[in-house]
Every structure is written in C-alpha cells, then in structure tokens.
C-alpha cells in the first residue's frame, strides 16, 4: 500500500495552509494567467433567471425552468418547499464539521477510488495546479452506496439532518426533472424514465469549503468545469459570493438570493436532451476576508445505464449529438484528470 491512500502525493488540507497564516500562497495554486479571476467590485447587470416557484402553474414552470435550461443552463429557484430553517440548520452542521480539529476530519480522509469522505484534489496526475477549496463527498442515494459510517459522526446532528435535507432535495429535482421533460414537449415522466427510474436514480452530496485566501486574484476556489452528473442543486453561503457562470466568453458572477437554490444542468442532461439544455461551465472565485461553504447536491442518472439523446430529440435536422456511455464510465475521467471544463462532453460527441 503506498502511504497516500492512492493520491499521487500527500494531500495538504487548504484550510491547514490558510491558518498557517501565509501571506502567499504556494506555487501550486498559482493559476495560469488566463484562468485567473478578474475580481470585480460592481456586480453584473447580467444575472441568471429567478424562479418563484409558489407563484406558478405546471406549464409555467416548464415554461420558466425550460428556458433558463436552454440560455444559461442555470436558474435560482426561491419559495420552492424546502424550509429556510431546514437550509441553515444544514449549512450550520457542516460549517461545524470542517471547523472541528484536522485529526478529527482526517479520520474521514478520502481515496479517489472513491472519493468519499474528506479530500481536498480532484483528479490524480502528479504535479497538476491544485483549487483552493477542501471537501467533503458522501453518497445518499441509491440505498446500497449510502453509508453512515462514512458520514461525519460530529458534530452530533450532523448525520440527521443531513438526511432531512436530503429527502427535500430529492423532491425538488424530482419537481424540477418533470418541469424540464414537460419544457422538452415530452411526457412529464420522460426524462425520470431515461435517468433509470425514481427508484434507480443516485444522488451525492459534496460540501465545499473555501478557506480564506491571501492572495485570491491568483487562484481559484474550484476551476472551471461542468457537472458530470445529472442535475446539481447548490446552496450557496447567503452573504459571500464567489460562483461564476460562463457566458459566452464572460464569467458572471452570481448574486445569492436569500433562501434560494441555484440549479444547473449538468452533462447528463444535455446528452439526454440531446444538447438542447445545456451543461455551463462554472468556477468559484475565493476571496481574503472571507471563508465560504456551499452543499452541491448532485442528482444523477442510473450509474450502469447507457445513456444517449431521447429518441423523440433526434430528427433528421437534428441527428443524435452523442455516442452512448454510462455515467459509471463517464465520470472516471473527471475522477482522474480533475475539473477541465468542458472537454469530456465535447469528447463524447458523433463525428459527422
Ligand atoms: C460544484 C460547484 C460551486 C460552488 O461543487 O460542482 O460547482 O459555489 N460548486 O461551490
Ligand atoms: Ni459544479
């Protein structure tokens, strides 16, 4: 057994090189030139679409949800079920754990068989630029990858809630799954089908946490990509921002919205939509004041099911965008190469 758990090389946590108290950062976050923020102070004029989800019919979601899906691939979602409370009580038990002691997080050390537990590198090559960023990846879905042994045990409400939230979460994407098959001009079913099924489906939870860094303007928080999965509903830090969205070639920086989920499409839905929703790729930017944490709630398809556009999708001006692959196979390459954008969709399309 080599001594670093599979890593390539010993994990530093970045909350360690934050409290040391360094007034720079080490070379290794050091981000090449073009990938570096530009950290502006006025706030785009440009933001993704906010949904009130209390105010509208079934179609007008669709209608809502749809759009947002097919421009920006992102959307905020307010009065959507989920109890304010519910959200803070959440982010407050994870704010606990990765303020507790490092042995006591250390205890939960990941391996990139895996990746559950506490880790802080995606991707395995040796040498690559590290994100300045630590996490915390478990499974809850399906039932036979969750585990509460591999949750953290404190603090003590941290494995209760974490379940309460869940179950929430799994309800609004199946909401949010159907308003995005009815906006397909599918059945609302359609696309929960294709996933494998309500009861086949797989969801992950990674809480990110984002030290405070000394020298944000040269490093990222989490570099640019898109989610592998099926759909991502993230809950943001209500007073600290730091997610951008790509745009054309802009990054806009989004603002929280009290109380709201930001959701995005992820790979998954864009090849089974045959790219008519589209999977945008995201960053976060850090900052010096200021830690921030984020609960990324991912909802993905059948792990072992081969997936391809939606029949009803492909026509003749509009032939199948992508060649069949599970999810399994699928995210083995962002688990070994880390966030790279866009690559792996693009990779996956038809040579016409
Ligand atoms: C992610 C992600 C954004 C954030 O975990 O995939 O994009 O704001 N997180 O932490
Ligand atoms: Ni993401």
Redesign the pocket.
């Known amino acids: 057994m080599d001594s670093n758990c599979g890593w390539p090389e010993p994990v530093i946590p970045v909350q360690s090189i934050s409290e040391s108290g360094t007034e720079t950062i080490p070379n290794r976050y050091i981000k090449p030139l073009p990938d570096r923020p530009c950290i502006e102070t006025n706030s785009s004029p440009l933001n993704i679409p906010v949904i009130d989800l209390s105010a509208m019919s079934r179609e007008e979601m669709a209608r809502a949800v749809s759009d947002a899906s097919r421009g920006w691939g992102f959307l905020q979602v307010v009065n959507h079920g989920v109890r304010p409370e519910l959200m803070r009580r959440a982010r407050e038990v994870w704010r606990g754990f990765f303020h507790l002691p490092m042995e006591e997080k250390q205890r939960y050390a990941n391996s990139p068989a895996t990746y559950e537990g506490y880790g802080s590198r995606l991707g395995v090559e040796k040498g690559v630029r590290l994100d300045w960023g630590d996490y915390y990846f478990l499974h809850v879905l399906p039932p036979c990858l969750k585990s509460h042994e591999k949750w953290p045990a404190l603090p003590n409400a941290l494995r209760d809630t974490t379940d309460e939230y869940s179950r929430e979460l799994i309800n609004l994407c199946e909401r949010i799954m159907e308003a995005m098959s009815i906006g397909l001009g599918l059945d609302p079913t359609r696309l929960q089908d294709s996933f494998g099924g309500r009861a086949d489906v797989g969801a992950c939870l990674r809480v990110n946490y984002y030290p405070k860094c000394p020298q944000p303007e040269l490093t990222l928080g989490?570099s640019s990509?898109s989610?592998p999965g099926g759909m991502?509903v993230l809950l943001v830090d209500d007073s600290v921002k730091g997610l951008q969205v790509r745009r054309g070639s802009d990054w806009v920086t989004i603002d929280p919205v009290r109380d709201a989920f930001i959701i995005?499409v992820g790979d998954q839905i864009q090849v089974l939509s045959n790219a008519i929703y589209k999977s945008v790729e995201?960053r976060v930017m850090v900052n010096a004041t200021d830690e921030r944490l984020s609960m990324?709630f991912f909802y993905n398809p059948k792990a072992d099911l081969p997936l391809s556009p939606i029949r009803e999708l492909v026509t003749f001006d509009r032939p199948a965008l992508y060649t069949p692959m599970t999810f399994n196979e699928y995210r083995v390459y962002i688990r070994q190469k880390g966030p790279r954008g866009k690559s792996q969709v693009e990779s996956l399309k038809t040579s016409r």
Do not use: E
């Open positions: 989490l990509h989610d991502t995005n995201h990324a």
